[in-house]
């Protein structure tokens, strides 16, 4: 078997937890080195507890140092003991949504020198000498900047060391399924929880054909969840459901997907045999981020 190691590369805390927590604990916990590179503080972030309502980036604007610690024990929930702030602690800023004066601030994370960063995930690279690097689409899932910077960022690194030495096998994207979304959903119109159910049908989200790689980490999604509970400026939990501040359910998932976006996919079925999500449909897909570059 081979030295397995993953690096993930996300916006903000709680986007690890959120999207990738159930697949960054099951390979910490089956020994894969895993490191989490974040790319801001996520000092624009809504605050959900009201006595820590001062903390906001138009009253204190001390969230960001907050949320490290949020981030750590985040961490310490998921198994997931190397992590690293993209160049630096607070180097960029968050940049808050689309269209808002956040992005104008020169120090924020969408108007950062796309090369510039990219030079320091390649020394990330250069340290961690990942095969694969698991990172957003295009649009960063439903169009946050921080997230579309994410993707360019982790994208242009992993060209720059293409061809070289430090060259990585595969990249993904994190993905969710339309179909495990709308069941989700369904579910919630008749779950007693203190959220709002979600649209069924939601303007984001990737078809069933389109997603190449599921990890079944079912396992660990008692971690996921306490990892979201400990990001608790951003977060409000009642398992297996949690919402941000805008009070809107999601269920927290232990099979998580991804889309192969460069490398050579390996062999359907690598690693388990597994059925998606236990919603009974087989499916025909990678069940390992390092399958075809010899994990057996």
Not at 135 to 146: A, F, N, S, V
Not at 276 to 292: H, I, K, M, Q, S
Request: glycine content about 10%.
């Amino acid at each position: 078997m081979i030295d397995r190691r993953l690096l993930l590369v996300h916006a903000h805390p709680d986007d690890e937890t959120i999207g990738t927590g159930a697949t960054m604990a099951r390979y910490a916990a089956e020994g894969a080195q895993v490191t989490l590179v974040t790319c801001t503080l996520g000092e624009e972030g809504e605050i959900i507890p009201p006595e820590l309502a001062h903390l906001a980036a138009d009253r204190e604007d001390a969230l960001g140092g907050h949320r490290i610690g949020e981030l750590d024990a985040a961490r310490a929930a998921l198994g997931v003991t190397d992590h690293r702030f993209l160049g630096g602690a607070g180097r960029w800023r968050d940049s808050g949504m689309m269209g808002v004066a956040s992005n104008r601030d020169p120090r924020c994370f969408w108007r950062a020198d796309l090369d510039e960063a990219a030079a320091a995930l390649v020394e990330v690279i250069k340290e961690v000498r990942p095969q694969v690097i698991v990172t957003y689409d295009r649009i960063g899932l439903y169009g946050h900047p921080d997230h579309i910077k994410a993707n360019r960022v982790a994208w242009r690194a992993f060209q720059m060391v293409q061809d070289t030495p430090l060259e990585v096998a595969k990249f993904y994207h994190t993905a969710m399924v339309k179909s495990v979304l709308k069941r989700a959903a369904e579910a919630m119109h008749e779950a007693d929880v203190p959220f709002s159910a979600p649209e069924a049908d939601l303007p984001f989200g990737a078809d069933d054909g389109e997603i190449t790689t599921e990890i079944d980490a079912r396992p660990y999604l008692e971690a996921k969840l306490a990892a979201l509970r400990a990001h608790a400026t951003q977060v409000s939990v009642r398992a297996p459901w949690y919402a941000l501040s805008n009070t809107v359910g999601q269920r927290a998932f232990g099979v998580e997907h991804y889309v192969l976006w460069s490398g050579v996919r390996g062999p359907a079925g690598v690693g388990a045999p597994i059925e998606a999500g236990g919603l009974g449909e087989p499916y025909d897909r990678e069940v390992c981020l390092f399958a075809g570059i010899g994990y057996q």
